[in-house]
Every structure is written in structure tokens, then in C-alpha cells.
């Protein structure tokens, strides 16, 4: 048996989204994307492998996963035995420390701390970069989580050549991300599911992989020169573009609900009226807003009222992946 190792990972928004495999099972996205790891939302896993176990035993939270959820950490922890060349279970305890009913649980910091934990519980002493490969095989955002700030997955090739690297971690150091909790409607599609389905129907596939090229490489540009109105409005703009992926999939879907809705055109208005803010939307109906630690207070105050303060959570940069 092994010692145990236990593993702190931050969630991480894209900003220049994920959105599309070319190669499934290798976890191979379709273009580059670019996040911000927030410091309020992680996961702390531990990792133990042990030779008198006659399967792997997983807690999430305190309770047995479903088969599905089981299927794929036992599928990663494979990965990692292979790599350290023996077949012994784990035991694996993961809790995750996200505000009950904020709807921001994450496969991003599950799988970082999961890769960062388990791995270094077999044996392997992994390179930040071998870490991101590892971790991008359980969920593809979450090689992105092994790295504090600013993070960029190059899509690359191959197994090899595809991973995430930390990048200007002295820039807009002042931005701040509200996470806006809306009421949760029926349980939509999972991202995986989401984003095969724009791939394989959506008729404006190819032009997103041509915008996000483009919209990845301005994105850094306004990042380097510290110029927070491009950042924002670049941002907007490449979370619309994907969700238009899922209106014109066949079938078509939607993750937005009407609060979403609602608060996307607040969203505007506040910056019709001065106050420097955007939005960033993932798989799923909440928000998050975009702006700097000026502007905080005010929109923390608007959204208050509308969603209650419950379900406004103020977020900045966070850390990388920690052993604790
Ligand atoms: C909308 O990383 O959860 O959040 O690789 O299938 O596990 P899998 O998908 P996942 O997808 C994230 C989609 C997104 C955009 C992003 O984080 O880049």
C-alpha cells in the first residue's frame, strides 16, 4: 500500500471556451481555449492505493457516486496505475467546497485534485505539464485548473502535445468574477453530451473553430495590455458564439432559462449606464459577471436585489493546484 496524498484544486471559467473533441477518448479539444481560476470554488481530494482491496472505493461528498461517476474516476485512476506499473485499488475521498445550491460543481477542480493526488500518491513525481495532460483525460477543463490566474490549453495534436500552461500572471490582477446563481430549471445536458451534439449537427461548427482562433489570440492581446473593456467584450462575445453552437444543433438546445435571460440584458444596461461589466455563460443557466474590483459593490448590490445575496458570489483569481 501507499501513503495517503491529499490534493487542492480551484475551479477554473473559460473564457475562450472548450467546446469540442476531435479525438473522445483521448480528450483532444478542437481549439485552444483560455480561463481564469477563481479562488473561491475547489475540491479536495485524497488518494490511497492499497493492496488488500479488492476494488477501487470512492466517497464524493460523503456519499458512493453513481455507476456513471464511478465508471469514470476508476477509468482515470486506470491511467495512473498504468503510468506507475502496478493494479492496486484506491480509495479516494473527494469533497467539494462550493456553496450548496450555487450549480458551480465542477468536473475541473474534481479531476485536477484527482490527478494531482492520485498521482503523486503512486509514485510518479509528474512535471506541472504531465499533471495537465493527466488531468485533461478525466475532464478536459480541468487541465487547465492545475494552474493558477490565467491559463491556456493549446489544443495541440496528440496525447503529447495537448495541455495547459499558466500565462500572464501579472495582468488584471484587479478582475473580479460574480457568480450568479439563477433558479435551477430540469437538468440539462452535460457538456460532453453538448458539445458532441454541436459537432456532429451544427452547420456553424467549422466557423467556430475559426472564430475561436481569432478570438483567442485578441483576448491575449487585451490581457497584455491590461485593457479590461476588450478582455470583457471579447470574452461576451466567445460565450455567445458557443451557445449559438447549441441553437443550431439538431436538435437544438438551449442552456439558458429566462432568468438567464434577464440577466444578460441587466448585464447590459448596467454598462449602458457606465459601469464596466460582461458575462461569461457555461454549460448550464448561471452567469457569471465580469469586471474589476471597482465596479464590485455596485453590481454585487443590482444583482443582490434580483436573485437575492445568497446567490451573488463574489470570486477573484485563484491558485494553482496545492498539495496539502
Ligand atoms: C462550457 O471540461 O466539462 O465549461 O472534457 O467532456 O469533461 P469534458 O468537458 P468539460 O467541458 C467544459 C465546457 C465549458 C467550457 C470550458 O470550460 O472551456
Not at 45 to 72: A, M, Y
Not at 94 to 112: D, I
Not at 292 to 308: C, E, M
Request: overall charge positive; aromatic content about 8%.
Amino acid at each position: 500500500s501507499t501513503n495517503p496524498v491529499s490534493a487542492r484544486a480551484h475551479t477554473n471559467i473559460a473564457l475562450i471556451k472548450y467546446w469540442g473533441k476531435r479525438d473522445e477518448e483521448l480528450i483532444i479539444p478542437y481549439t485552444s481555449s483560455l480561463s481564469l481560476t477563481l479562488d473561491h470554488f475547489y475540491t479536495d481530494t485524497t488518494v490511497q492505493f492499497k493492496s488488500n482491496l479488492s476494488e477501487d472505493q470512492i466517497l464524493i461528498d460523503g456519499q458512493q457516486p453513481t455507476e456513471k461517476s464511478f465508471q469514470r474516476v476508476h477509468q482515470f485512476l486506470g491511467l495512473i496505475r498504468k503510468q506507475a506499473g502496478f493494479e492496486m485499488p484506491a480509495v479516494v475521498q473527494s469533497v467539494n467546497h462550493v456553496p450548496t445550491a450555487a450549480g458551480l460543481a465542477s468536473s475541473a477542480s474534481a479531476f485536477a485534485a484527482l490527478a494531482a493526488a492520485g498521482s503523486k500518491a503512486a509514485g510518479l513525481q509528474l512535471s506541472p505539464t504531465a499533471l495537465s495532460r493527466l488531468a485533461r483525460r478525466g475532464s478536459g477543463s480541468a487541465c487547465r485548473s492545475i494552474f493558477g490566474g490565467f491559463a491556456e490549453w493549446q489544443r495541440g495534436e496528440d496525447d503529447l502535445s495537448s495541455y495547459a500552461r499558466p500565462l500572464f500572471q501579472e495582468k488584471l490582477t484587479d478582475i473580479r468574477v460574480i457568480a450568479l446563481t439563477v433558479a435551477r430549471g430540469p437538468k440539462s445536458i452535460s457538456s460532453r453530451q453538448g458539445m458532441k451534439l454541436s459537432v456532429d449537427t451544427s452547420p456553424y461548427y467549422p466557423a467556430w473553430v475559426k472564430t475561436c482562433q481569432a478570438d483567442l489570440e485578441r483576448l491575449k492581446v487585451a490581457i497584455d495590455q491590461n485593457d479590461f473593456s476588450q478582455f470583457g467584450r471579447i470574452s461576451e462575445l466567445n460565450a455567445m458564439r458557443m451557445h449559438a453552437l447549441t441553437l443550431s444543433a439538431d436538435p437544438d438546445f438551449t442552456y439558458f432559462n429566462s432568468q438567464t435571460l434577464t440577466i444578460m440584458n441587466l448585464v447590459k444596461q448596467l454598462r449602458h449606464n457606465g459601469v464596466a461589466c460582461y458575462y461569461t455563460i457555461d454549460a448550464g443557466p448561471n452567469v457569471k459577471v465580469l469586471c474589476q474590483q471597482s465596479a464590485v459593490a455596485k453590481i454585487a448590490a443590482t444583482f443582490s436585489k434580483v436573485l437575492g445575496e445568497k446567490n451573488v458570489i463574489v470570486t477573484k483569481p485563484g491558485p494553482g493546484v496545492q498539495y496539502l
